[in-house]
T-cell receptor
Framework: DGGITQSPKYLFRKEGQNVTLSCEQNLNHDAMYWYRQDPGQGLRLIYYSQIVNDFQKGDIAEGYSVSREKKESFPLTVTSAQKNPTAFYLC?????????????FGDGTRLSIL | GDSVTQMEGPVTLSEEAFLTINCTYTATGYPSLFWYVQYPGEGLQLLLK?????DKGSNKGFEATYRKETTSFHLEKGSVQVSDSAVYFCALSDLRGGSNYKLTFGKGTLLTVNP
């Protein structure tokens, strides 16, 4: 079945450490997105990519970095510059920007600080 | 900018009760509207959508009508079940002439249905 796979499901980060969250999709979608979810805050957009080798900052990009070298993959790195990284991270994809296609979500990665 | 406001929870109902979760929006373009559902420990699933004024989205007994005159997209279900317990998010996308496709979310409403 087609879908979005996020790994790991749980991740722990030490102070000063960078960590990378994986997101892979086999839906043949052009666009991919990373969101951060905090209790009572809804979802906030970190980065998005509409095509391979191109990505744009979302509303809260500081302390995060991404790459889009393959259509299927959109990894997110939480750097040591992100001072409050504890959150639930969701990856999503969609067919693209031309039509109002819904976004499909993975099951998320919960990041905690040790 | 675009924004979505939905009723704050938590909402607690008994099984077979009627559900309404209010959602209003502000957008500068011609948005599409969505309801997503999130079960504990999982990602979001699309519940229903509407892409133009007066459209009604429906799925699994849930309905919502795109009301441009009141800028609203309220979610309703006639008889809720325990399995409907989840967090519900209202969202909009504003194409702004096709240059960007971003979803703006409300803060979510936690629904608990008791047997």
């Amino acid at each position: 079945d087609g879908g979005i796979t996020q790994s790991p499901k749980y991740l722990f980060r030490k102070e000063g450490q960078n960590v990378t969250l994986s997101c892979e999709q086999n839906l043949n979608h052009d666009a991919m997105y990373w969101y951060r979810q905090d209790p009572g805050q809804g979802l906030r957009l970190i980065y998005y990519s509409q095509i391979v080798n191109d990505f744009q900052k979302g509303d809260i990009a500081e302390g995060y970095s991404v790459s889009r070298e393959k259509k299927e993959s959109f990894p997110l790195t939480v750097t040591s510059a992100q001072k409050n990284p504890t959150a639930f991270y969701l990856c999503a994809s969609s067919r693209g920007q031309i039509t109002n296609q819904p976004q499909h979500f993975g099951d998320g990665t919960r990041l905690s600080i040790l | 900018g675009d924004s979505v406001t939905q009723m704050e929870g938590p909402v607690t109902l008994s099984e077979e009760a009627f559900l309404t979760i209010n959602c209003t929006y502000t957008a500068t373009g011609y948005p599409s509207l969505f309801w997503y559902v999130q079960y504990p420990g999982e990602g979001l699933q699309l519940l229903l959508k509407a892409t133009k004024a007066d459209d009604k989205g429906s799925n699994k007994g849930f309905e919502a009508t795109y009301r441009k005159e009141t800028t609203s997209f309220h979610l309703e279900k006639g008889s809720v079940q325990v399995s409907d317990s989840a967090v519900y998010f209202c969202a909009l996308s504003d194409l702004r002439g096709g240059s960007n496709y971003k979803l703006t979310f409300g803060k979510g409403t936690l629904l608990t249905v008791n047997p």
